[in-house]
């Protein structure tokens, strides 16, 4: 459970299989650091998905991040010809009107994934928005 009498959950044990390049809570801390009140929830997958932190105010629940981080998956291009000519793809950004999913994929098979409320990405959201203004 969380520190100083905050209710968020974060994840202590793992039975994720860490990727060489994820430390998933070490990302969770910068997360919540960096992006504070502002992050709903963080999920690494490989073999399964683990929730490693839900904030206590998220609207989206354990369910709910295991169906996204399950879509998440799919997405993840099978060839490297998808990225081309721009190189391995690095990230993924959604942007919805109540959330910001960001996807890091660590190869076909394992990443993490994290959620924010829509003012973590209040810039690029305003550029999405005057841009919906030419369409």
Same mark, same amino acid.
């Given at each position: ?50 929730? $490693? ?13 295991? !169906?996204?981080?399950?879509? #998440? /998956? =799919? ?28 996807? $890091? ?13 829509? !003012?973590?990405?209040?810039? #690029? /959201? =305003? ?9």
């Amino acid at each position: 459970m969380g520190t100083g009498g905050r209710s968020e959950r974060i994840a202590s044990e793992l039975n994720y299989a860490h990727h060489a390049s994820v430390e998933p809570l070490e990302l969770v801390e910068f997360l919540r650091q960096r992006a504070g009140s502002s992050l709903s929830w963080v999920a690494a997958y490989e073999d399964g998905h683990e929730t $490693l932190y839900l904030h206590s105010t998220a609207e989206t629940g354990e369910t709910a991040v295991r !169906d996204i981080v399950s879509q #998440l /998956r =799919g997405d993840v291009p099978r060839t490297t010809a998808f990225s081309s000519p721009y190189d391995a793809l690095k990230a993924t950004v959604r942007v919805f009107e109540d959330a910001v999913v960001v996807h $890091l994929p660590q190869g076909e098979s394992c990443g993490v994934a994290a959620g924010f409320d829509p !003012d973590a990405a209040r810039i #690029l /959201r =305003g550029f999405i928005d005057d841009c919906e203004r030419y369409l």
